[in-house]
């Protein structure tokens, strides 16, 4: 848990030395990986990290073609005194928490070893499927809306050549 801090923590701090909007963008990304990660050890089901992902994954890819289209010609630099950077604060970050990393994990592992038959049973019990079932459905016809909605010859994007 210490150590998905620390990489946090790390990236966090990373996206202040980053120029370019892509890297910016893949830096996001990763943590957003690692923020899921901890809400799955920290949570007994994984549907809220699931969705965490999936909504900011389908996000990046709205900046990812926006910004592609706007810098398209723009080239990624990498600064050597960055990465020294970088690489030095998860060294220091990650020697910090090594010593009792290893009893941290065998409690995370007899917790989600014990709550794991319970997690579904919540989620999909008598008085909430129902919930669960019209929120799928809503979600599918918005999705269904926005399709016919959307013209992809008229669009805030410009033309490609």
């Given amino acids: 848990m210490k150590t998905l801090i620390m990489t946090m923590m790390t990236l966090s701090t990373t996206i202040l030395f ?20 901890m809400l799955l050890l920290m949570m007994k089901y994984s549907w809220y990290s699931y969705i965490l992902v999936l909504v900011m994954l389908g996000g990046m890819l709205v ?18 005194k960055i990465l020294t950077i970088v690489i030095i604060m ?17 409690i995370i592992i007899e917790t989600i070893e014990n709550q794991q038959n319970m997690s579904m049973m919540k989620l ?6 129902i919930m669960t ?17 959307t013209n992809t010859f008229e669009g805030p994007m410009r033309k490609s050549k």
Avoid: C, R, W
């Fill in 18 to 37: 980053l120029n370019h909007p892509l890297s910016m963008g893949f830096n996001l990304i990763l943590l957003t990986i690692t923020v899921s990660i």
């Fill in 63 to 80: 900046l990812f073609m926006y910004m592609a289209s706007i810098a398209s010609n723009e080239i990624m630099k990498f600064s050597l």
């Fill in 90 to 106: 998860m060294i220091t970050m990650y020697s910090l928490t090594l010593n009792d990393m290893m009893t941290q994990n065998e």
């Fill in 124 to 129: 999909f019990n008598g008085k909430t499927s």
């Fill in 133 to 149: 079932v019209m929120m799928a459905i809503y979600l599918l016809m918005t999705m269904i809306y926005v399709i016919y909605i």
